[in-house]
């Protein structure tokens, strides 16, 4: 009675905890990158391949500062060496000009990352929640596909370009009452993410911003979540250039929260997972914990019922490595207590169905 009672309710525990999760979306472009070029010469694809790893590179890491690093500058003149594939296709931007898209090699990126002792930043991230307003001569007014497709496309791409997954609000009757474009022009914190709850999305960002009579635009974004609020002030030459200021500011602040440095686990780590009721629950578990850039295993130690015991191969310990799990709304961390007392799994969680 008393192990049914445990396992009841540790299963209606995780239920709760799911549902304050964090959402979260697999990067599935993270080691491609998108680069003008004037020709398809030799020469013209050695300079756009730097091009492109600086690009992958600020993507994996979440920060430009690893462009500084001495490691990958010394790296970045055998970028050619690296492309797993590469094609050309019109810019559809820019009548007559050429884009080249690269693939990279993911495990020398990997490891170049680590080599230079630098933090990565996994593909597996939060969405973010964004609310844009522009001033224009009809007044304040939302960004969204109908009123500016072009303009969203444009948000979408830079943000692509970060390796950070976006959702514009729905900007219906509910989102209007709960927040006006003036509200929103104030950059109010509280009524932001008052407004943005019904998203379920920690992470928030808020713009505003004007063509200026110079053609230029000005403007500002905030990034919210909870008590944090980190804001950026900006004036330059288009709209492209404001929105990859405001992906820099969110990938910024999520990979000084998410992304991890390598570090060495000789002996692995062992992770314990409850509710696993068929090889289709065990597979799906395996396959997911392998794409994470610092796990390199993740073999079966033993099953007792509907748990499954674990050992990870992982660049990371414990407490890095639950940081980036829980990113999966399925894999709800479970307490000790839970799980047993004769448990013994430094990681414990609880798949949910």
Known sequence: MNKLFVRYFGFALALLLCSGAVRAEIIRDMYSAKVPVSDQSSAGLVRASRLGLA????????SAEVLGNPVVKAAMGGARDHLQRYAYTPDPDTSGALLVKMLFDRAYITQLVIEAGLPLWTANRPVALIWLVEEGAGGRQYVNVETDPALV???????????????????????????????????????????????????????????????????????????????????????????????????????????????????????????????????????????????????????????????????????????????????????????GADHTAELNYQWLQ
């Open 55 to 62: 690009e992958v590179l600020v993507k994996v890491s979440g």
């Open 153 to 339: 496309a444009a948000l979408r791409g830079e943000f692509s370009r970060r390796g950070v997954p976006m959702q514009l609000p729905l900007y219906d009757l509910s989102d209007s009452a709960a927040l006006s474009p003036n509200q929103a022009w104030s950059l109010d914190g509280a009524a932001v993410l008052e407004a943005s709850a019904r998203y379920n999305l920690e992470n928030v960002l808020v713009g505003r911003f004007a063509r200026l009579a110079t053609g230029s635009v000005a403007g500002e974004w905030v990034y919210l979540r909870e008590d944090e609020r980190l804001a950026r002030s900006v004036t330059v030459e288009n709209e492209e250039l404001f929105f990859r200021e405001g992906a820099s500011l969110v990938a910024e602040a999520m990979a000084a929260r998410y992304a991890v440095a390598a570090t060495a686990n000789d002996g692995g780590l062992t992770m314990s997972v409850t509710g696993v009721v068929g090889y289709a629950d065990y597979a799906a578990i395996v396959a997911w914990l392998e794409e994470l850039e610092l796990v390199d295993r993740a073999n079966i130690e033993k099953v007792e019922g509907d748990t499954i015991l674990l050992r990870l191969q992982a660049q990371a310990d414990p407490t890095q490595l639950a940081t980036i799990i829980e990113l999966n709304k399925r894999l709800v961390p479970l307490p000790d207590a839970i799980s």
